[in-house]
């Protein structure tokens, strides 16, 4: 077993703002992603790295750059936070799937809230 | 574009009874994913499934892949089940997760 990390819980910003969110994963896992949820819906896909310094966006990208700085972390940067914005950060791994597909293993979240 | 219809949207059982979600899929989906989420935001990992059907306690979730839809049965309903439960279909050509909007269950003594 292993567990994701999530730093920090709750983040407060202010419109403008860079943000930085990290996630720390000790499965051992090649793939990470981010994926942000907003309040009553599902969650979409930011990003995702299938090895270290790997980046492939997913449907949700702009407004965000991330960073697969080594095998075990993965950090999600929010490039200039939105007045009003609140969402949930996931961040998730798992093996480099057979074919493209492979169970999927969440972290806690980060709290967002732009002031 | 791809869409994973979940249903019911909230479902209310009372301690003992049992129920059924479902997830259709309007695209070709190669496996599915069930989660539980917690009161503090945690995604525990229920089901993951290519195929056929998968148990665990008084859980049981089915995947037909040609009829596009996933099943998730809640035997005996507990207290402690209550939360949203998401599916989520591994579809297309990439890695990413295809959420449904959740059920919310609410589990009454």
């Known amino acids: 077993g292993g567990i994701i990390t999530q730093t920090p819980k709750f983040l407060i910003g202010q419109e403008g703002q860079k943000l930085t969110l990290k996630c720390q994963q000790n499965?051992?896992?090649?793939?990470m992603y981010w994926y942000r949820q907003d309040s009553g819906k599902g969650l979409r896909l930011i990003y995702y790295?299938?090895?270290?310094?790997?980046?492939q966006k997913g449907d949700l990208s702009e407004g965000y750059d991330a960073s697969r700085e080594k095998k075990s972390s993965f950090s999600l940067t929010v490039t200039s936070a939105q007045k009003n914005e609140m969402a949930v950060f996931l961040c998730?791994?798992?093996?480099?799937?057979?074919?493209?597909?492979?169970?999927?293993?969440f972290g806690p979240g980060t709290r967002l809230t732009v002031l | 574009g791809d869409q994973v219809e979940q249903s019911p949207s909230a479902l209310s059982l009372h301690e003992g009874t049992s129920s059924a979600l479902r997830c259709n899929f309007t695209?070709?989906?190669?496996?599915v994913q069930w989660f539980r989420q917690n009161s503090r935001g945690s995604l525990i990992n229920l089901f993951y499934?290519?195929?056929g059907t998968k148990e665990n306690g008084r859980l049981k979730s089915a995947f037909d892949s040609k009829e596009l839809y996933s099943t998730l049965h809640i035997r005996d309903a507990q207290l402690e089940d209550s939360g949203t439960y998401f599916c989520?279909?591994?579809?297309?050509?990439?890695?990413?997760?295809?959420f449904g909007l959740g059920t919310t269950l609410q589990v009454q003594p």
């Open positions: 998730a791994s798992s093996i480099t799937p057979l074919g493209n597909y492979a169970e999927q293993f």
């Open positions: 499965f051992n896992h090649d793939t």
């Open positions: 790295s299938i090895t270290e310094n790997d980046l």
């Open positions: 695209t070709t989906t190669r496996s």
């Open positions: 499934l290519a195929s």
């Open positions: 989520a279909a591994g579809t297309g050509n990439t890695r990413k997760l295809i």
